[in-house]
């Protein structure tokens, strides 16, 4: 099956600082990525999703002046933790979709082992 | 508002009973529909996917699906200790973007030996 590879897989920084994330697929185009995050007992909450060669479209209630995302390639997204603060502690996971496997409805995704991030 | 409603738990069934979990949501045109088992500091695991009415069983997983009542179960028969985790439902959804995965919060199952 396809994979997405996510690094880093857990990151402590300080107070302050940008800290970035980074989603690959490793054998397929991803012309679309998720990135969600989840606090501890809580579920998985979609931030965005990012299309290739355009801007991220943001759920509401997500800063997209806090959490950067650049999807500059069909394999490699990236999401920017901007001036991190301890609220922004969390488990953040990409996903991305494969189009040449299953099509409409039955399309597949696949999904980062996850970063997470604690910041002090 | 695009919900995803699970019971949160935590279910506690013995071994090798049937574990049944339960999920609503909220956008009557949703096609596609998900459950995922996750274990702490994990990503999600797909389990089973289903997108038409009826069931549909994969080994000893039951996935049900009503649209008309807007609800999906799981049912893991034969339930074993190492079916202790969290399942999430996830529903494909419409949103400004195309279509998003929109998961419920999660129930926690622990089978008991």
């Known amino acids: 099956g396809a994979v997405v590879s996510q690094h880093p897989s857990r990151v402590i920084c300080k107070s302050g600082t940008s800290v970035k994330i980074e989603c690959r697929s490793l054998?397929?185009?991803?012309?679309?990525m998720f990135w969600y995050r989840q606090f501890p007992k809580k579920s998985l909450m979609l931030m965005a999703t990012s299309n290739e060669g355009s801007k991220a479209t943001y759920e509401q209630g997500v800063e997209k002046d806090k959490f950067l995302i650049n999807h500059a390639s069909l394999t490699l997204s990236t999401l920017t933790v901007t001036s991190a603060h301890p609220e922004d502690s969390s488990f953040y996971i990409c996903s991305a979709r494969d189009p040449l496997q299953g099509r409409g409805i039955n399309e597949k995704l696949f999904f980062g082992s996850g970063t997470q991030l604690s910041v002090l | 508002q695009k919900e995803v409603e699970q019971n949160s738990g935590p279910l506690s069934v013995p071994e090798g009973a049937i574990a049944s979990l339960n999920c609503t949501y909220s956008d009557r045109v949703s096609q596609s529909f998900f459950w995922y088992r996750q274990y702490s500091g994990k990503s999600p695991e797909l389990i089973m996917s289903?997108?038409?009415?009826g069931d549909k069983e994969d080994g000893r997983f039951t996935a049900q699906l009503n649209k008309a009542s807007q609800y999906v179960s799981l049912l893991i028969r034969d339930s074993q200790p190492s079916d202790s985790a969290t399942y999430l439902c996830?529903?494909?959804?419409?949103?400004?973007?195309?279509?998003?995965?929109?998961f419920g919060k999660g129930t926690t199952l622990s089978v008991s030996s």
């Open positions: 289903i997108y038409s009415n």
């Open positions: 996830a529903v494909n959804m419409w949103n400004q973007a195309g279509t998003a995965l929109i």
């Open positions: 054998d397929f185009q991803a012309t679309t």
